[in-house]
């Protein structure tokens, strides 16, 4: 088992290794959406881009970048993720709407 801090929020949820980080911060109320990504988001296929969370601690915990990542992401930095593309592989901190 391993756990997503969001940091925001003030709230710790237990998940399994390998969960999808997007699908478990919705399955818990944690809105990761701006008002944009509220109306135009694409459902979780790394598509719009509307996810991005920084993780402030346990980035070694995710799986690693995609290359739906690495293109939407390039002028970012490397703590930002997309949440609907990281997997989860141990305990991490996360702040949504960065």
Do not use: H, W
Request: charged letters at 25%; one cysteine or more.
């Amino acid at each position: 088992m391993s756990s997503i801090k969001f940091v925001r929020e003030d709230q710790e949820v237990i998940v399994a290794e390998g969960a999808n980080l997007r699908l478990k911060a919705l399955e818990n109320n944690i809105d990761i959406y701006k008002l944009k990504g509220k109306l135009m988001n694409c459902g979780g296929y790394g598509q719009c881009g509307t996810c991005i969370i920084e993780v402030i601690a346990g980035l070694e915990n995710l799986s690693p970048r995609t290359d739906v990542e690495n293109r939407m992401l390039k002028k970012r930095p490397s703590t930002y993720r997309l949440a609907c593309q990281s997997l989860i592989n141990g305990p991490i901190s996360v702040k949504t709407k960065p």
